[in-house]
């Protein structure tokens, strides 16, 4: 494939997921961050041989405009599992701690005064 196929590729891998960036999920973020990086792989192989024209660079550069806001999106997503996974962590501890307290064995004895 040619070097202006392949650029087009990730120009339109890039804006698919920019119309969906928000509603993604990190399954479909890493899908395309694994997709992205094969066809820049074979963007990188194609320049090692030629380089890369004025207007391949302009456009590889307005490609990469949209890391900034796809990497702000991956470390919301991050943040938020994070954070669950504290508070499960809370939940289960509490839990644990209630439940160790009484052992399902035990009998419950009371004095009368």
Known sequence: MD?????????QLT???MERLYGADFEELETFVEERQKLIDDIIRQFSSIP???AQKVEIERI???DLEI???????????QD?????NQAKQQRNAYEAGYTPDSFLMDRKK
Do not use: G
């Open 52 to 54: 890369a024209s004025a």
């Open 64 to 66: 990469l405009q949209h």
């Open 84 to 88: 669950w996974l504290y508070k499960r």
């Open 15 to 17: 804006e698919n997921m």
């Open 3 to 11: 070097k202006d196929k392949l650029i087009a590729e990730l120009r």
């Open 71 to 81: 990497t702000a999106r991956m470390n919301a997503l991050r943040l938020e599992a």
